[in-house]
């Protein structure tokens, strides 16, 4: 079945440690995003990618990095976290009509 | 600029009562529009697109919405609200044939509530 997938849906870490927070997806869209979402708020896009090899910052500035080296696969990476970088990270994915399905999100907390 | 607004932070209904929920949108040409469902700690899911044609959409769990070009709006609506519908509402526009650019404009969300 098709899907989009993230790991791990919770995590708890202290400051300063490197994170690297995983997004699959199995439609064989070319187009993921990662939003950053505090609860109950509006989500800001901090990161897209429009195919292999092709990354960039959306609207909210982040300290986090991604990557796109195969088409199913999206990480988002935190070279050093902080109690700032508490927050919950969507990835979606979407294909030709711009539709996005996003993945269950994974909860980040920094301690 | 472009943008979406969705004019209702929270709403509250009773269980059984209709609903209507507002988007309106601010963008150079038709956009494609979806509403998506945020149940709390979960991801997005989508509920229903407008992409051309009728104007009376339906979605999934009873959803339906109706875009109305003169007025820029793309409103929600449900007959009879579940308890299970509390969630979080997001609008969202997007360029239309797919476009060159995916990313998509939300709304800041209205959060639904449900009185038993």
């Known amino acids: 079945e098709a899907d989009i997938y993230q790991t791990p849906r919770y995590l708890v870490i202290g400051t300063g440690k490197k994170i690297t927070l995983e997004c699959s997806q199995t439609?064989?869209?070319?187009?993921m995003y990662w939003y950053q979402q505090d609860p109950g708020m509006e989500l800001h896009l901090i990161h897209y990618?429009?195919?292999?090899?092709?990354?960039e910052k959306g609207d909210l500035s982040s300290e986090s990095t991604v990557s796109r080296i195969r088409t199913e696969h999206f990480p988002l990476t935190l070279e050093s976290a902080r109690p700032s970088h508490t927050s919950q990270y969507l990835c979606?994915?979407?294909?030709?009509?711009?539709?996005?399905?996003f993945g269950p999100g994974t909860r980040l907390t920094v301690l | 600029a472009q943008s979406v607004t969705q004019p209702d932070i929270h709403i509250t209904v009773s269980e059984g009562a209709s609903l209507e929920l507002r988007c309106n949108y601010s963008?150079?040409?038709?956009?494609?529009l979806f509403w998506y469902v945020q149940s709390p700690g979960q991801g997005l899911q989508l509920l229903l697109k407008?992409?051309?044609?009728?104007?009376l959409v339906q979605g999934i769990k009873g959803f339906e919405a109706e875009f109305k070009r003169s007025q820029s709006s793309f409103n929600l609506r449900k007959p009879s609200v579940h308890w299970s519908d509390a969630a979080e509402y997001f609008c969202?526009?997007?360029?239309?044939?797919?476009?060159?650019?995916?990313?998509?404009?939300f709304g800041k969300g209205t959060k639904l509530s449900v009185k038993p």
């Open positions: 990618s429009y195919g292999v090899n092709s990354t």
């Open positions: 439609m064989g869209h070319d187009k």
């Open positions: 407008y992409f051309s044609g009728d104007t």
């Open positions: 979606a994915s979407s294909g030709a009509y711009n539709e996005q399905f």
């Open positions: 969202a526009v997007g360029a239309p044939w797919g476009g060159s650019q995916g990313n998509l404009i």
């Open positions: 963008y150079g040409a038709t956009p494609y």
